[in-house]
C-alpha cells in the first residue's frame, strides 16, 4: 500500500505533526531536545502521560504529581495539544507508545507518526533503575509493533529510528528522518544548551538527569557487564517485538 503524505506546513491542513512514539529510555528526550532548536519547530512533551496513568494505575516515580499537573483526559489532550493550534510550521509531540491506551485512533492520519526503539538489552536495565520490576507493557515494545502494523494498514509508511543509530551518526540519521518528514535538515539539531528546558515535563527530575547532562547526542556506548537475571524473562518477552521493529529501521548498523 502506497503511503500516505503527511500534512504539510503553511497549507490548509495546518502543522505538520509528528508524533514520535518511543519506549522508556530509547533516548527520546535527546531527540525531543534535538527537533528544539529547529526555529520552525514547537515540541511538548509526553501529552498523553496523565492519560496513561489515570487510565492505568501504572506505578511511576511521581505518578501523583504528574496527574495533577496536566490534562488527563486523553480525548481532550487530542483535540487540544495534539491536533490544536500551533504557532510554529511544525508540532513534534514526544509520546511514550504504550501512553496511546483507550483513545480513538482517528487522529493518528492527520499526524506523521515517527517509532524510535532500543534494544532491550541496552535498554532494560536502564529502565529497571526508575521501574524496579518492567514489565513488557512498560517497554512500549509490542505497542510499538501493534502501532507500526496499524499505521501501515491506515497507509502510512511510519519511519522506525533505532537509538543504536541515531546515536553512532545523528547527522547521517536525522538527515534521512528528516526527508522522510519533507523537511529540510537543519544542523542546529545536532547540539543544545545542557540543562531543562522549559517543555519539560514535571516528571523531569526523576528521568532526564543525563540529557541535562549533555549538549548534544552522546556516543554510542554497549552495555557491558552482566545482563541482570531478573531481567531475563521480560528481555524474552521484547526480543521477539524489537527484532520485528529492527527490520524497519533506517539508516545505521542495528544488528
Known sequence: MDALPPPRPGTPAGPLRINLWSGPRNVSTALMYSFAQRADTRVVDEPLYGHYLRVSGADHPAAAEVMAAMDCDGDRV??????????????????????????????????????????????????????????????????????????????????????????????????????????????????????????????APHWYHTVWASTGFQPYRPRTGPFPDALAAVLAECRPYYARLAEHVIGGDVG
Open 78 to 203: 487530542v483535540r487540544s495539544v495534539i491536533l490544536g493550534p500551533c504557532d510554529r510550521p511544525v508540532l513534534f509531540c514526544k509520546q511514550m507508545a504504550h501512553h496511546l491506551v483507550d483513545l480513538d485512533e482517528a487522529f493518528l492520519a492527520a499526524c506523521a507518526n515517527v517509532l524510535l526503539v532500543r534494544d532491550p538489552v541496552q535498554m532494560l536495565p536502564s529502565l529497571a533503575r526508575q521501574i524496579p520490576r518492567p514489565t513488557l507493557r512498560d517497554t512500549g515494545l509490542a505497542r510499538q509493533w501493534a502501532l507500526f502494523e496499524g499505521l501501515r494498514a491506515r497507509g502510512q509508511a511510519p519511519p522506525v529510528l533505532d537509538a543504536r543509530a541515531l546515536l553512532q551518526d545523528p547527522a547521517g540519521v536525522l538527515a534521512r528522518l528528516c526527508a522522510r518528514l519533507g523537511l529540510s535538515f537543519d544542523a542546529a539539531m545536532l547540539r543544545w544548551p545542557a540543562g531543562p528546558r522549559p517543555e519539560d515535563g514535571v516528571w
